[in-house]
């Protein structure tokens, strides 16, 4: 697979969750790699955003509570996602996107907030 996310699971309201995305595939200029969620009954939506020149666009609803970064593993790409203050409503199935020539999703990861 070019796309792999890991990180998901289980988080009280409050506490944070650090997502993980690791791609084969090289960062360019006009790369886009990022976040999208989908919660259940619900369409899937854009979480955050960062291009290969470091330029990052945040949902409203994510604005000062999650980072999105990236870093390089050895020969993979990873991107990431510091998810703080999370709330029941962030709930959902998170993916990693990524758009070179072509488009790439992972198979997504589950993030539950819950008491």
């Known amino acids: 697979a070019h796309i792999v996310e890991s990180g998901g699971g289980l988080v009280q309201p409050g506490g944070s969750l650090k997502l993980s995305c690791a791609t084969d595939?090289?960062?360019?200029?006009?790369?886009?790699v990022g976040w999208f969620r989908q919660a259940p009954g619900k369409e899937r939506e854009l979480v955050a955003m960062i291009s290969g020149t470091g330029n990052v666009t945040y949902a409203n609803f994510v604005k000062g509570r999650f980072t999105i970064s990236t870093d390089k593993d050895y020969s993979k790409n990873m991107v990431y996602l510091q998810m703080n203050s999370l709330k029941p409503e962030d709930t959902a199935v998170y993916y990693c996107?990524?758009?070179?020539?072509?488009?790439?999703w992972g198979e997504g990861t589950l993030v539950t907030v819950s008491s």
């Open positions: 595939q090289p960062m360019f200029r006009t790369t886009r």
């Open positions: 996107y990524g758009r070179w020539l072509t488009e790439y």
